[in-house]
């Protein structure tokens, strides 16, 4: 906020890359501007220019988290409302059972344990993608173009839904029959929202080196610009706009980080625990990373573009995003509230509340929240930790709370089933125990996160797989394709069976 402030649009992206350069997509940028003009009317000095680096004043932090409450309020709350209302109309859910689920999404423990404490609004972005999706629900695919943009412009994390929206909206552009206009409007809507969010901050630029002449020449070309080997003239009007959009590329896509960042429970995280990878230059790293997040997506992004119906929009937002955070380069711990979302809504759907949805979906949030208990710790949030996971499990039915889905007399949950969760309900208790109680040993002494991290990211392939096999399931590929026909009970009213006609028409643009 002190860099958007007190430091001209046209260095936003310049200044002090080497202490925590700004490296957010603009509508971020814009964001913190205005939160950081109404933070300085009630204390200047919170926002001072480099001075208040390191500031951790208890009034601060209330208006931090005042800001973050007030934004969710804005957007966020709203698009989930909104969303899970309309979800819940087009599979005839009561309104009771679709207030549960709603309630569910709004208290995911780990989005308020992250959002509430690192202040880092990522509900803004998740606000602008339920916004999107919502907007699918009723055809109105232009203004799910707009809140996608919206969306990537807040937070470049929105990318893990990207590969599954754009499928899905080529797929309804392509399938039954090509829809030219559809097609032409989505690309010019696209194209025109990503323009409008990054107009302020070209502009700008430009107007303040008309300004001052001199303020290019004082800045250094990214390493992007020059690898782009395109004879510039910096005397050019346009050079400015060139040099600030390569420039905010570059900051936004750390790729002069490391393939992870911390200990976090994906694939390269435990890898590297086994072989250390550090040892393999960074491009040869990108490239393996690029080419491993291009499979785990394609299933989904295939079957939303061949089936592109709306009731399997969040089965593949969900995919393409765990893929993303499995297989992807630089992935944060905090990225695992993406695929939680999708799958999360889901619980607004038929039978969402029943025994397997509910087991699903609950274990997979529980272990999300878990996995981030190492970060948690560091900001001393062990007991928001404990209140929010243990109320969120109350409310579901859900261990350490309730074990009645998974005894012997519950036969929803097929054993398989009762016996993975089981387990992984076990190891995460079992590790509590020990990192609360029991040194680790000498030598080691991140051996308690080590293993947060393998246990989550083995958890959280298998929630890849299980969306993935969801998504399978209730697309008919099986059946369509292949000539296996799959019938079960659980999927009877949510697959492909009729869905009722609406009461009346919607426009599509």
Known sequence: MEITVHVPVSKWYFYDL????????????????????????????WFALDASRGIEEQLLKVYMRATVLVSEYILYVPAAVLFIRRLSKIYGINTWESSVALTAVLMQPASMLVDHAHFQYNNVMLGFVLASMSSVLVNQYLWSCVFFVAALCFKQMALYFAPAMFAYLLGICLAPRLNVLRLTSVALVT??????????????????????????????????????????????????????????????????????????????????????????PTPLLQRVSLSATFVSILPASMLISLFPRKELL?????????????????????????????????????????????????????????????????????????????LWAYLLGLPPVSWRLYTPQETELAAPTKLLHLAFYTAMLLWHSLEAFALPPAGKPD???????????????ICWLWCTWQL?????????????????????KTGRTEKKPEKKPVKKF
């Not at 957010?24 to 204390?43: D, E, F, R």
């Not at 996160?449 to 958890?459: R, T």
């Not at 209730?474 to 009877?492: A, P, Q, T």
């Open 314 to 390: 969040p089965w593949a937002m969900a995919s393409s995003a765990w893929g993303f955070f499995l297989c992807s380069f630089q992935v944060h711990e905090k990225s695992v509230l993406l695929p939680l979302l999708p799958m999360t809504v889901l619980l607004g759907i038929e039978r969402g509340l029943g025994g397997e949805m509910r087991a699903w979906i609950g274990w997979a949030n529980l272990l999300a929240s878990w996995t981030l208990f190492p970060l948690l710790k560091r900001d001393e949030l062990r007991v928001p930790y404990a209140v929010l996971t243990l």
């Open 18 to 45: 080497q202490y925590w350069g700004l490296d957010y997509p603009p509508l971020t940028a814009y964001h913190s501007w205005l939160l950081g003009k109404i933070g300085s009317l009630i204390q200047a000095r």
């Open 191 to 280: 194209t025109l929202s990503f323009a409008v969010a990054f107009a302020p901050l070209l502009l700008g630029s430009l107007y303040e080196t008309i300004k001052d002449p001199q303020l290019v020449s004082s800045l250094e070309p990214p390493a992007l610009l020059k690898s782009l080997g395109m004879p510039l003239n910096k005397q050019s009007w346009f050079y400015p706009l060139i040099l600030e959009l390569t420039q905010s590329i570059h900051r936004i896509f750390p790729f002069a980080r490391g393939i992870f960042e911390d200990k976090v429970a994906n694939f390269w995280c435990c890898l590297h625990t086994v072989h250390k990878l550090n040892a393999y």
């Open 472 to 492: 399978i399931l209730r697309s008919g590929v099986m059946e369509d394709y292949f000539g296996v026909r799959i019938r079960l009970e659980k999927l009877e």
């Open 447 to 461: 051996l308690w996160v080590v293993i947060n991290a393998l246990i989550g990211a083995a958890g959280f392939g």
